[in-house]
């Protein structure tokens, strides 16, 4: 399938779709309610043909600044995370509604760059959006503003929209912008900029295409959403940057709405396991039986039963070796176990595992999403 079209999520199993400020809040803090109703049936209509849905929204500071009565001044780091705490309850209650209007769960998920970028964190928040995924729920997920201060915050939802991706292995990712997509420049300076429809690589020429943020709530800008392309193509994700002010904007693109799209060269399930295979540094090692290595082999998990032996000292989430008895590297893959309670679930079934180690974990000490064969 072409990135643009008719049908462009027709071969999409998950979709991530990102909402800025701007779209969701007006200038006086009220929620748009119509328009966020709209963006939830198309949603729910999206979701109804099986699709798994993740939202990334912004908000919760443009709504919490007016309930506490700090207007549209510049805020403190302080006052910022005030009024995040004090609009995400807000936020969180406006997307219950309109997606329970349609029938549909909302779960809210907040997270910090660690949850999606420190392995062992990575896992959790991975595994909680599966699960929620699997549940039939749409997780509504935004920045935890509350607790992080400017070091170590996404500093804009566009990032953490691509974030999100990967960690999901999503198909694609919608950013709903103020602007239908990139453009050869500023279109509101530059009557002669020309829309680009399809960019299949970040070339220089690209982005220096990117311009300023414009004023408003919203703190990204075109260098943001390149930036976000960048996380996403490296996902195998692609990605659109989308008109988000009509009505129905998901529905829209759907109809050949204009819009870029982002295309990358690889699935998200390849990519993923290419990032294992090559960009992580083992920490230890498994050892495994011969009929574990001819399962492995058929795409299946790794299970504690089919380990012989455990060498090295890692933690959950790290990246561990799987040999066979040989000695020979069979694959790569993340751990979702430490060392120790590897060790002490080694050849046991998986249904042994909460009696042995006292908490009931995964079934699987690496599960096939995050096994690399032939490393």
């Not at 060498?311 to 000695?327: N, Y």
Request: some cysteine.
């Amino acid at each position: 399938m072409t990135a643009r079209g008719s049908a462009p999520f027709a071969d999409v199993r998950r979709l991530v779709v990102k909402t800025g400020s701007a779209l969701i809040v007006d200038d006086s803090g009220a929620i748009r309610a119509e328009w966020l109703a709209g963006l939830a049936a198309d949603l729910a209509a999206l979701k109804s043909r099986g699709l798994e849905l993740a939202v990334v929204t912004s908000g919760a500071v443009a709504i919490g600044r007016w309930k506490l009565g700090f207007g549209k001044r510049v805020l403190r780091i302080e006052e910022k995370q005030a009024a995040a705490a004090a609009g995400q309850v807000w936020l969180a209650h406006a997307w219950a509604e309109a997606l329970g209007a349609r029938g549909v769960v909302a779960a809210q998920v907040l997270l910090t760059p660690e949850d999606t970028e420190a392995r062992r964190r990575h896992l959790n928040a991975r595994a909680t959006i599966a699960k929620l995924l699997e549940a039939g729920a749409v997780p509504v997920i935004n920045e935890n503003d509350t607790v992080a201060t400017e070091e170590i915050r996404f500093g804009d939802n566009d990032r953490l929209a691509a974030r999100v991706a990967q960690m999901a292995s999503a198909d694609a990712l919608v950013l709903l912008s103020d602007i239908d997509g990139l453009y050869t420049a500023d279109p509101h300076k530059d009557p002669s900029a020309t829309h680009i429809a399809e960019v299949r690589e970040l070339t220089a020429e690209i982005e220096a295409m990117a311009g300023e943020a414009r004023p408003g709530y919203s703190s990204g800008g075109m260098v943001t959403k390149l930036g976000a392309a960048r996380i996403a193509l490296g996902a195998g994700c692609r990605m659109a940057i989308a008109l988000g002010k009509r009505a129905n904007p998901l529905l829209a693109l759907e109809k050949d709405a204009r819009a870029t799209w982002f295309v990358p060269q690889a699935s998200p399930a390849s990519a993923r396991k290419r990032w294992i295979a090559s960009t992580v540094a083992p920490a230890g090692a498994v050892t495994v039986d011969a009929g574990a290595a001819a399962a492995l082999a058929k795409g299946k998990s790794l299970l504690p039963a089919g380990v012989t032996a455990v060498s090295g000292e890692f933690d959950r989430g790290d990246a561990i070796r799987v040999l066979d008895a040989a000695g020979r590297e069979l694959a790569r893959g993340l751990s979702a176990y430490s060392a120790a309670d590897a060790r002490a679930i080694k050849g046991r079934k998986s249904a042994e595992i909460e009696e042995l180690l006292g908490y009931r974990g995964r079934d699987e000490l690496i599960h096939r999403d995050d096994l690399a064969m032939g490393a």
